[in-house]
């Protein structure tokens, strides 16, 4: 299990049903010096990184918090209620939208419809031109960004309650609810919807595939299990987002594992590592990605988990969850910071720095660059040469 300080810091990244348990909690008391993060260390460039463009969305951010590229555009929302569509390419803003609400979720897009998720469980589904389409209520809070494709608007709620909305009129369409655990993390999490099933990770170490029109679950597999003798030592979400190459579909968990299926197989359980993150994975064609609790950075072979390789360099840096471009993996940091490493061996290749807030957001690839959304509620696209 983790050491005594980690727990405690984890334990106020922790969303507990009953927040009062959770009063006066504090990542400063008691602070041991071993766990401070990792100083900046020299290294020979191997790529050069520029900020192509950088918009304000709105003010305000967090882990609910990712912009989404459809096409040749971004969707991106931020906490004060600002939703915007920027193009790509150029970062001009080609609509702004406004939730008129607090948001703690957004955004979700099929280029169509962009969705967003507030404070007060409402979901508000905006046009393709930035107009407010409709307006809908879910069972509690929406801290996951909305999933939209297939017809639908997904959320997940604090209650653990998956709901789905027509895209068009915002109509209930179905709801499905599974048991969950006492405490779950307050971190990087989120659904996709693909080939027509929405593939959501759950609180209590499962990973499931819905029907995205009937709600109905066509497969359910554990990506861990809760193990411990409190609550907080049987956390064991599955967090950042599902991911899948080719038929693999893999998945990873706080305290607990990282696990590809194949699904072709029926779901046939096909690696495992014993693994803890807090913040998700992504892959190529060749391997698996993340970082651990404490800020080490791994690679996994895809097709059998082997240890490819381990970069210890950004230990408790609180990093996001990463992401793959052609030249290089890169991940953000508590300062604004995004590193890049090497794809082969992990060796530091460069970095940036796009503000001194936190990058919680998870990075997101693009064919231009890795968009970067900070905690101030600023986007902006790294080029990568």
């Known amino acids: 299990m983790p050491s005594s300080f980690v727990r405690r810091a984890w334990r106020c990244s922790v969303l507990a049903l009953s927040m009062a348990s959770l009063a006066g909690c504090s990542l400063f008391s008691n602070r041991n010096p071993r766990y401070d993060p990792v100083p900046l260390t020299e290294y020979a460039a191997g790529i050069s990184a520029h900020v192509a ?4 969305v709105g003010s305000g951010g967090g882990y609910g918090f990712a912009p989404v590229v459809v096409g040749d555009s971004v969707y991106a929302a ?16 080609q609509w702004q939208g406004n939730a008129k609400t607090t948001l703690t979720a957004g955004a979700g897009s099929d280029g169509q419809v962009t969705a967003v998720g507030a404070a007060d469980g409402s979901v508000i589904a905006f046009d393709g031109q930035g107009k407010e389409k409709w307006r809908v209520r879910a069972t509690s809070q929406v801290d996951i960004p909305p999933a939209v494709g297939a017809g639908i608007v997904a959320v997940r709620s604090s209650d653990y309650r998956i709901q789905a909305f027509d895209e068009n009129s915002g109509e209930l369409l179905w709801s499905l609810q599974r048991p969950g655990p006492a405490l779950a993390l307050k971190t990087s999490i989120r659904m996709i919807i693909v080939e027509g099933l929405l593939i959501a990770g759950m ?23 809760g193990q411990g003798a409190s609550d907080l030592d049987r956390i064991s979400d599955v967090v950042g987002a599902p991911q899948t190459q080719g038929s ?5 968990a706080y305290q607990g594992s990282m696990k590809c299926f194949d699904v072709s197989q ?3 359980p096909v690696w495992e590592q014993r693994f803890s993150s807090a913040t998700g994975m992504t892959t190529d064609s060749q391997q698996a ?12 072979g895809l097709t059998d988990g082997h240890q490819v390789w381990k970069q210890a ?22 300062q604004g910071y995004v590193h890049f490493l090497s794809r082969t061996d992990g060796h530091l290749l460069g970095r940036i720095q796009v503000g001194s807030d936190p990058i919680t957001s998870p990075l997101v690839a693009t064919s231009r660059g890795v968009l970067v959304q900070t905690d101030n509620g600023n986007l902006t696209l ?4």
Do not use: H
């Open 53 to 56: 463009w950088t918009v304000a």
């Open 78 to 93: 931020a906490a004060n209620g600002g939703v915007a569509r920027v193009d790509l390419a150029s970062g001009r803003v």
């Open 203 to 225: 609180p209590n170490g499962k990973i499931m595939a819905i029907n995205a029109r009937t709600g109905r679950v066509q497969w359910e597999a554990t990506v861990s299990v």
């Open 248 to 252: 693999l579909l893999c998945g990873v």
């Open 266 to 268: 029926g779901g046939r």
């Open 289 to 300: 990605y993340a970082a651990n609790q404490r800020g080490e950075v791994f690679a996994f």
């Open 313 to 334: 360099g950004l230990r408790y840096r609180q990093l996001s969850s990463p992401a793959v471009t052609p030249q290089a993996l890169a991940v953000g940091d508590y």
């Open 382 to 385: 790294i080029g990568v040469n």
